[in-house]
Antibody
Framework: EVQMLESGGGLVQPGGSLRLSCAASGFTFYAYALTWVRQAPGKGLEWVSSFSGSGGTTYYADSVKGRFTISRDISKNTLYLQMSSLRGEDTAVYYC??????????????WGQGTLVTVSS | EIVLTQSPGTLSLSPGERATLSCRASQSVTSSYLAWYQQKPGQAPRLLIYDASSRATGIPDRFSGSGSGTDFTLTISSLEPEDFAVYYCQQYGSSFTFGQGTKLEIK
């Protein structure tokens, strides 16, 4: 059974940093692209960042480029999102999701339950 | 960036009725790389349809997708009580964008 479990969310001040983790199980971790998607309170879904299964390429939304870094640890089957220079508009539930193939250009078939990040003073 | 516009914003129907949800793209979606997701309150989204018309694993056949280019449709042939939720379309052919969602509510 595929499972994705996010952690690391919490309250952080504007300008601060936070690292999210996503522990994955039930599939061959390095064979699939992985993604972070966020959802601001009461709003729709916004793609944040993706990591190709081959490990060679990362992708970022313009809204987070230069501030967020996606990475993975194959030995721990864990995906990370390092977030810095956080702003109020980064407040959201952050979901990690598995893509259906090694390529990022595919839909997201398994999602975690999300972790809430609140940026406020 | 491809902008996806979903209509209607809210759809009020009764169980047993047919639901038709629309997703229009600001430019043609590469290779019909268009997906539909269902999200219930407090839950993560669930993949329903990918590549415009292919049902994801375990999705009932009352859900169907169609369309190409810039116009796509999700149809639920006969609504079940558990189908009332928010539905999002997403394109993954040119970066990734989501529509703003359609709320399907019980009439």
């Amino acid at each position: 059974e595929v499972q994705m479990l996010e952690s690391g969310g919490g309250l952080v001040q504007p300008g601060g940093s936070l690292r999210l983790s996503c522990a994955a199980s039930g599939f061959t971790f390095y064979a699939y692209a992985l993604t972070w998607v966020r959802q601001a309170p009461g709003k729709g879904l916004e793609w944040v960042s993706s990591f190709s299964g081959s490990g060679g390429t990362t992708y970022y939304a313009d809204s987070v480029k230069g501030r967020f870094t996606i990475s993975r640890d194959i030995s721990k089957n864990t995906l990370y999102l390092q977030m810095s220079s956080l702003r109020g508009e980064d407040t959201a539930v952050y979901y990690c999701a598995k893509t259906t193939s090694i390529s990022v250009r595919r839909p997201f078939d398994y999602w975690g339950q999300g972790t809430l990040v609140t940026v406020s003073s | 960036e491809i902008v996806l516009t979903q209509s209607p914003g809210t759809l009020s129907l009764s169980p047993g009725e047919r639901a038709t949800l629309s997703c229009r793209a600001s430019q043609s979606v590469t290779s019909s790389y268009l997906a539909w997701y269902q999200q219930k309150p407090g839950q993560a989204p669930r993949l329903l349809i990918y590549d415009a018309s292919s049902r994801a694993t375990g999705i009932p056949d009352r859900f169907s997708g169609s369309g190409s280019g810039t116009d796509f449709t999700l149809t639920i042939s006969s609504l079940e009580p558990e189908d009332f939720a928010v539905y999002y379309c997403q394109q993954y052919g040119s970066s990734f964008t989501f529509g703003q969602g359609t709320k399907l509510e019980i009439k």
